[in-house]
């Protein structure tokens, strides 16, 4: 199954992410992990932490990677030169937007979808939200 690895400054941000989207998709068992704000508790993201939310999200599927905000993606583009390039080749940074994002792919996980489907789901949201707000 593809992990997901939510990189937050903010692990308040990525924990309230998480729980919405579990609270709206209730039943599915999707690996999320969370790389989000700095050990002291302040906001920032780290590579190394990301790097290793990578790791605990692989399962030899793929893991697709989303972020809040640019240096939070400059975080999980430097944790990808940090873990094996065998790993590393599973991992697609998304630009989805974080929440949306998160949880088109957290449902196209949990139904079992494979890796591209899955990024492409999330990559859907911010299209969905564009026509949405077309209306």
Not at 17 to 37: C, K, S
Not at 96 to 114: N, Q
């Amino acid at each position: 199954m593809t992990g997901l690895v939510l990189v937050s400054h903010s692990a308040e941000l990525a924990r309230a992410a998480l729980g919405l989207t579990t609270g709206l998709i209730p039943g599915l068992d999707v690996r999320v992990e969370l790389a989000a704000g700095l050990p002291d508790g302040g906001l920032g993201t780290d590579a190394t932490e990301v790097a290793a939310a990578i790791e605990r999200a692989d399962d030899g599927e793929g893991v697709l990677v989303l972020a809040d905000l640019g240096s939070g993606i400059m975080s999980a583009e430097t944790a990808l030169e940090l873990v094996d390039p065998g790993l590393g080749a599973r991992v697609r940074l998304s630009s989805a937007p974080l929440v949306e994002g998160l949880i088109g792919a957290y449902a196209a996980a949990g139904i079992g979808k494979p890796f591209n489907d899955v990024a492409d789901e999330a990559e859907a949201a911010i299209e969905a939200k564009r026509v949405q707000m077309a209306r």
